[in-house]
Structure formats: structure tokens, C-alpha cells
């Protein structure tokens, strides 16, 4: 189970917590709230490769940076 918080007067930033682990990333670079939710899924995602002992790993500098990255072209 997991979830995301965000303070409306720091945009910039959201919570993502899962069980006891909580951690503040940058918000997505992609528009609209609902990118929040969004980019917690994919966090979600990694939190049970990692639990799992999968071979990818992704560092907490990697995830914070992919978020800041993330574009839609076109």
C-alpha cells in the first residue's frame, strides 16, 4: 500500500510513502495534479522490484532525477 501527499505552498515537491518508508521527491515535470499519483505508481513499482531482490536497481538519485526529466514529445 502506498500513497502520495503534496503541500499546496511547496509545489515543487510531493511525499511518497509506502509502509514506514516515507520520502520527498521533486513534483513530475509533467503537467497536471494528477501526475502526482502518477509518478507514485512508478515509485510503488520499484518499492516491490527492490522488496522482491530484482537485479534492477534503481538508485534514490536516479528516481529523483527521471521525475525531473520525464517529457511527453509532441
Known amino acids: 500500500e502506498w500513497d502520495v501527499f503534496f503541500d499546496p ?6 511525499t511518497f510513502r509506502t509502509g514506514a518508508l516515507q520520502n520527498e ?5 509533467l503537467l497536471g ?3 502526482r499519483e502518477n509518478a507514485g505508481a ?3 513499482f520499484w518499492d516491490i522490484l ?6 534492477l536497481r534503481i538508485s ?4 529523483r532525477s527521471g521525475l525531473q526529466k520525464t517529457y ?3
Open 9 to 14: 505552498r511547496t509545489p515543487d515537491i510531493f
Open 25 to 29: 521527491f521533486p513534483a513530475p515535470s
Open 33 to 35: 495534479a494528477h501526475q
Open 42 to 44: 512508478a515509485l510503488a
Open 50 to 55: 527492490d522488496k522482491q531482490g530484482h537485479a
Open 60 to 63: 534514490h538519485h536516479s528516481k
Open 72 to 74: 511527453w514529445p509532441g
